[in-house]
């Protein structure tokens, strides 16, 4: 099944995501995920500063606080590599998600992430529905639409 394109990001090593030994280092993986997944709302329609705390304007009333990360590495991934990072997001129930990433170069896969977020309300930091744009993605990303709502 081909992916929606707003769920399939590229990324380039660049000597500064890598060790002294020249491969990608261990913490760049989960930051690579969240970024594609900030891109990836952005894509869809959604203003990162609509989800996240922090941006320009109106600061959203749900925050999505990581509860659980894990990365598993594959094969070493070095400078100059260039990855597409194939996103997986699923509800898990109406407060939360997981967004999975598959990191593939030419096609194989090197590397795996997943963020789990709960949906909490910035006010009195109790569980929460998830923002009704977030939601949209879920929706979207689940019924495989190639194009943005």
């Not at 394109?5 to 990324?11: D, M, Y």
């Not at 690579?32 to 203003?47: D, I, R, V, Y």
């Not at 594959?74 to 509800?91: A, C, F, S």
């Not at 795996?112 to 309300?121: E, F, K, P, S, Y």
């Amino acid at each position: 099944m081909t992916s929606a394109p707003w769920l399939e990001l590229s990324r380039t090593v660049r000597f500064s995501d890598t060790d002294a030994a020249g491969v990608m280092h261990f913490q760049q993986l989960l930051g690579w995920c969240h970024q594609a997944w900030e891109e990836s709302l952005e894509q869809f329609g959604l203003p990162a500063g609509s989800v996240f705390p922090g941006g320009r304007g109106e600061q959203p009333s749900v925050a999505l606080p990581i509860v659980h990360c894990h990365a598993d590495f594959r094969v070493p991934v070095q400078v100059g590599d260039k990855l597409l990072i194939r996103l997986e997001p699923k509800r898990l129930d109406p407060s939360s998600l997981a967004v999975n990433s598959q990191v593939l170069l030419e096609d194989k896969l090197v590397a795996t992430g997943c963020l789990r977020h709960v949906a909490i309300d910035v006010n009195t930091r109790r569980r929460c529905a998830l923002p009704d744009g977030v939601d949209r993605w879920l929706e979207a990303s689940s019924l495989g639409h190639i194009q943005p709502l």
